[in-house]
Every structure is written in structure tokens, then in C-alpha cells.
């Protein structure tokens, strides 16, 4: 929790500093790729958690792998490992993609259900989330066989749970009673 905390601390200092210097997009772009990388090389997130490799080694490694980022990046990169926070670089950059689009006014909805959803129910999901929400969803749709049917919505720390599974769980508890 403290960690979730900090990265995004450290996140909204790097938003703003992106926004004073109008190096949005660049920012944004060198972000997604530590995003990458951590995800392509599972190392990289044992190697900044390392508490035996010293910092001004990670920072040579840092450096040399996103020599190419810009040097508001690679100035942040390093006061963050100075202060001794490397760990939570990854953490730092997912943080800063969220409240970039939250910024920009990009709502992230995730949409879960048994089934592939028609364009007709799909388009109904979204109007009533539309309704109540300011700003552009962002739709991402998933399949959990295991839902029976109907569908999950996500967003945020909100949860609309309109399954089958969850209607029989629901059942299951009023009968045991």
C-alpha cells in the first residue's frame, strides 16, 4: 500500500513536471516503454529491487538501456534512485499512464462476461455508463467462462456485477441462512 502510495506521489511530480515543459507526449512515450521492457524482461524488476546491486550501478544499467529517453526522464530516473525508490520505478510509470489519462479525461471501463458480447448489448452497456460518467470510456472487454452469463463492469474502484454466478452465489448465501 505504501509503495501504490509513493509511485504515485512520484507519478503526479512527473506529471506535472511534463506538463510545465509541455513534454507530454515524450514523457508519456518514455513511460510505456519502461512498461515494456519490465514486462519483456522479468529480470529487470528482480534487478531494481536487488538490495545488493549499489545505485550507481543501476543507474549505468538504467541509462544505458533508456539512453534514448529524454532528459526530464532521465533526470526523474535518477532523483528516484537516488532516493533509493529504483523498486518502484515500474510501479512509478503505470501510475503516470493512469493519471495522464485520467488528465486527459479518459475513463478505463472493463466489461467482463461469459461470452463475446454483440454490438447491440455492448452498445447498450455503454450508453448507461456513458450516462453517469464525464469524459471518453475507454472499453476493454474480456471472457470469463466461469461468470454462466451476464457480465461484470469495472471501473475504477467501482463494480456492477450483473452475472449468473454472482445471482446463484447470492441465492446460495439467502438459503443457507
Request: no cysteine; hydrophobic share 45%.
Amino acid at each position: 500500500m505504501k509503495s501504490t502510495k509513493a509511485a504515485g506521489r512520484y507519478a503526479k511530480a512527473l506529471l506535472e513536471l511534463a506538463l510545465d515543459q509541455q513534454k507530454i507526449e515524450v514523457i508519456e512515450n518514455n513511460m510505456q516503454q519502461i512498461i515494456t521492457v519490465a514486462n519483456e524482461a522479468h529480470d529487470f524488476q528482480v534487478f531494481l529491487s536487488s538490495p545488493l546491486i549499489k545505485v550507481d550501478k543501476k543507474l549505468e544499467v538504467i541509462k544505458s538501456i533508456f539512453g534514448n529517453f529524454d532528459a526530464l526522464s532521465i533526470s526523474f530516473l535518477e532523483m528516484v534512485a537516488t532516493n533509493r525508490r529504483e523498486a518502484l520505478i515500474t510501479e512509478i510509470a503505470s501510475a503516470f499512464l493512469a493519471q495522464l489519462k485520467e488528465h486527459r479525461g479518459i475513463v478505463p471501463v472493463t466489461i467482463i462476461s461469459a461470452k463475446t458480447l454483440d454490438a447491440q448489448t455492448k452498445a447498450q452497456i455503454t450508453s448507461k455508463i456513458s450516462a453517469s460518467i464525464k469524459g471518453t470510456l475507454e472499453i476493454t472487454e474480456n471472457v470469463d467462462e466461469s461468470l454462466i452469463g451476464g457480465f461484470i463492469v469495472r471501473m475504477g474502484d467501482h463494480q456492477i456485477d450483473a452475472s449468473v454466478s454472482n445471482q446463484l452465489n447470492r441465492l446460495k448465501q439467502e438459503l443457507v441462512k
